[in-house]
């Protein structure tokens, strides 16, 4: 008798209930999400929050920027899982370093919507990028496709004697008539005869502020490397002479109005 209740207390009540239970334990812990963490490393994880609180609203919560707020804006935020940055020291087909990426957290990147991160600490812009990586992580696991020849030019950068001197800047007018002006425009502002057919608009060069960075070295690199993705190209078969003097010439447009 009493073996017999035991026997159907656990099959009508006991284990249904454990059935029923364990299906409540299942579906309560939200698998998606819980995959989504454990995926992460703590520095991505970390990374994580930081981009829910500063970047999910332009580059979307699955980073492709998709967002609402892209739409209102006339440059549009990068597709993360692609892997191609803009604006980076790297040559064409090369990962940014993680020294670009974060140079663009804290510079920013002026003239469209993209703000300055100088103010947030370090180790999180250092987590943040970390977190975007994983959009892509195959790829950043596979790391630079050519990895001699997809060095930071910035270490061959050295800044001539003759920058900047009235000689450079005449020089660099002339280059700048014959290379850029049918994008950027007889005066710099982003306004020359093909601008109107670009995906993207010309900078105006005219500008205060530097997207690239507030250094000559930047707009070295800029024309250096280009801009990968944007119809911006790169000027390497010019010598390191003829880059130079643009950029004294871009650099004297940059400072007329002062
Ligand atoms: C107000 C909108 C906005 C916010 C907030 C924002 N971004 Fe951006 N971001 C943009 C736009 C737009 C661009 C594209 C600018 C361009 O290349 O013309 C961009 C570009 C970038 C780039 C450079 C991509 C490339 O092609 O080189 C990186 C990296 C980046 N954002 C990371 C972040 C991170 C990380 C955060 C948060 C800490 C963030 N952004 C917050 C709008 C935003
Ligand atoms: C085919 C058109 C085209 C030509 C030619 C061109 N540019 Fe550009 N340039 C662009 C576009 C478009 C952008 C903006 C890209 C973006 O925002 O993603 C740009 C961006 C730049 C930037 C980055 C802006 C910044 O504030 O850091 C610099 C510097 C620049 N161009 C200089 C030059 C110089 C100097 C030349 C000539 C040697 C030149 N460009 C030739 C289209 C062009």
């Known amino acids: 008798m009493g073996e017999n209740t035991t026997v159907r207390w656990l099959l009508f009540f006991f284990l249904p209930a454990l059935f029923v239970y364990g299906l409540l334990h299942v579906y309560s812990s939200k698998p998606a999400e819980a995959k989504k963490s454990a995926d992460l490393t ?11 609180k500063f970047c999910v609203g332009c580059h979307g919560e699955n980073g492709d920027g998709k967002t609402l707020a892209a739409e209102f804006f006339r440059d549009k935020p990068p597709n993360f899982h692609t892997a191609v940055f ?18 663009v957290l804290n510079w920013g990147i002026p003239q469209t919507p993209m703000p300055s991160f100088k103010l947030v600490p370090e180790v999180q812009k250092r987590a943040v990028i970390a977190y975007i990586k994983t959009f892509a992580r195959d790829k950043w696991e596979k790391g630079q496709p050519d990895p001699q020849k997809c060095q930071s030019v910035y270490k061959d ?19 700048y008539a014959m290379n ?29 502020v530097r997207a690239a960075g507030p250094k000559p070295e930047d707009t070295f690199r800029v024309l250096t490397v280009g801009l990968e993705g944007s ?10 002479q003829d880059r130079w003097d643009l950029v004294s010439y871009i650099a004297y447009l940059m400072n007329k109005g002062k």
Request: hydrophobic letters at 25%; charged letters at 30%; aromatic letters at 8%.
């Open 42 to 52: 703590a520095e991505e994880e970390a990374g994580r929050k930081v981009y829910n």
């Open 86 to 103: 803009r604006w980076k020291s790297t040559p064409e087909g090369c990962l940014p370093t993680d020294e670009d990426l974060l140079h």
């Open 231 to 240: 119809p911006m190209p790169k000027f390497d078969y010019l010598s390191e």
């Open 180 to 208: 850029c002006a049918a994008c950027h425009g007889n005066n710099g502002e982003g306004d020359g005869p093909v601008a109107a057919t670009l995906p993207v608009p010309p900078t105006d060069l005219t500008y205060p």
């Open 157 to 175: 950068i050295k800044r001539p004697d003759y920058f900047g001197t009235p000689e450079s800047i005449e020089r660099g007018k002339n280059l």
